[in-house]
């Protein structure tokens, strides 16, 4: 009995060890973010000396307060939900119109469309010709830089078309036999079924353009339109510039700061 | 009989206009997206002959005032100053990042798998997976505070007795503070793909094991790791081409000039060159090569994937 116990479950010291790691893991993924919150909740002088490790050390809202003061921050916030918004909505228009083009059964040129879409998932022009276009176009300094470049994805087309692809036949046919033109198909057939891989691809354009800031550098050089995550760059560069003090070593940041600030 | 022919006839011509109306509806439904991708992936793509041009800022890409250069600008590059430390950077920083941030997902999973406690699991997951929201900006911030010399994780360096310094502008730290914090980033939700792959394997499969005897690693090794082997071999695939390509945004946000001699990749330096200082040609050359070398690596390495374990991507 006990021989065959051990077999099913294997060595207990093992399972504790394995255990073990997995908290390990959850620890070193959490702590840090755990750290930064007690951080900012400790009165300033114990933060500065950085020794507040389990619990905040009294405790002082202070930081809170002044970032609710900061109405840069606030209009950076409102710039980043500017982004957000129209993004997420017009990428899953752009993917599912472009998903369910593909999935119609008598959709011509559908092996031309496919390489249309696999060549710029393999090749780009990459940073500078594109920073040309976005010039040539006139959105360098316009807040559609955010959104044009962003609101469609060819790894999202795909990921709602394999979605498109679970939807029985049997259900479209019967559709079409009712009536059902293409639109109609579409609105009363694939968006109902298709919710779930909407909010899918919702959720990955949230938290991209959220934590974005590396299109709004090259392409808004005014504060007016910058988004959050830039706004947080450039505190962080001046807290880096603080934290080294007199020596110019981040000379050349500084300037792209300023470039970009 | 003749009226049956030609009513038929006309039954399938019918269909066959109904076809065409369909298409021609289906196209213009796709097209708002077939012309984002043309004008933001394309146009780009085309715009490439700049490298191969004297490209002054506001000209077009072809027309009268368009000075050929040929190959000058990769000559300048691959014969200039910084080629080798450029390369020599992005080869070790994307290097170590091919050996840890793919291995991370896949073992971390490995281990989830052997977790029996639903709760404990879930919990343990969904925590892994958080680090993957933060943002870049907030994570760089974290890591360089950490790192100052009264940083928490200084502190603990120096707990096991390494020396106390300002370890965010040491050039010897740099490429395992880079690696580590993309491994922190990434291996939860990196874990997803793999955990899901695990889930689908045959139970029966571990049931044959166990009645031959295998032992808990012995069922990793020979039902579990062969069970993903597919799904590793297309995302070492993918990050064989993206060698080349190593995450410069994250590089950007941490580095200094104090170690540029270790952090300065192809990506950064286009950034700085051409962004900043308008080198549009020379740094679109760069670009190019990095980007035609990645697609030979891709290439090179799918032949071998397909060779070995009979899966690649195409």
Redesign the interface.
Known sequence: MKHKRR??E??PV??II??L???L??F???Y??Y??LILSLSEPRFAA??KV?LYPKGLDLGAYEVIVKDSKMWRTYRNTILYVVPTTILMVI??T??A???S?R???GRKF?NM??LI?M????????????MTR?GLYDSPLSQI??A??S?WN?ILVRSYFRTIPDALVDAARIDGA???QT?RNIYVPLGKPIFAVIAVYTI?GI?????GAM?YLPHQEWQPL?LY??R??IE??AT??GGDD?????R??AS?SG | MREEKAAVIRKKKKIGKN?VK??I???L??L???L??F??????????V?SFQDYA?GAGFFGDGVKWVGLKWFRRFIEGHYFSRLIKNTLVLSGLNLMFGVTAPIL?AL??D??R?IR??K??QT??Y??Y??????V???V???L?N???LT?LFSFFGLPRK?YH?DSAAFPWIYTATNV?KGF?FGSILYCSVISSIDPGLYEAA?LD?A??AQQVWHVTLPGMRSVIAINLIMAM?AVLSSNS?LI??LY???TYNVADVI?TY???L???EGQ?SY??AA??F??LIG?ML?FLANKISNKLTGYGLW
Not at chain 1, 249 to 253: I, P
Request: with cysteine; hydrophobic share 50%.
């Open positions: 077999i099913r294997g060595n093992v399972t394995l255990y790691m997995a908290g893991t959850a070193i993924a959490l840090p973010m750290y930064i000396t950085m490790y752009t993917s119109l472009a369910y083009g593909l119609c008598n959709l011509r469309i249309y879409l710029p393999y090749f780009s022009g990459g940073m500078i010709p594109s920073f040309l276009l176009l044009l470049p609101c469609f060819i087309i033109g293409i639109v579409l938290v959220w934590n974005s800031w590396f090259l995550q947080l760059r505190l962080l807290a880096q934290i080294n070593q981040l000379g050349g940041r300037t792209d470039r | 076809i369909e298409n509806l289906i196209y439904m796709m708002p997206t077939l984002l991708i004008v933001f992936s394309y146009i780009p793509m085309y715009g490439l700049i800022p971390f281990l989830i052997q977790i406690h404990y699991k919990f343990v925590v892994s958080m680090p929201f933060i943002s870049t900006v907030v760089a911030g974290m360089i505070s950490f100052t009264d940083g928490i502190n300002d502008i922190w939860g166990k005897g032992n808990r081409g945004e950007l946000l200094t000039p104090a990506g286009t950034y700085r051409g962004i900043l549009y740094t679109t670009g190019l990095t980007s697609f891709t």
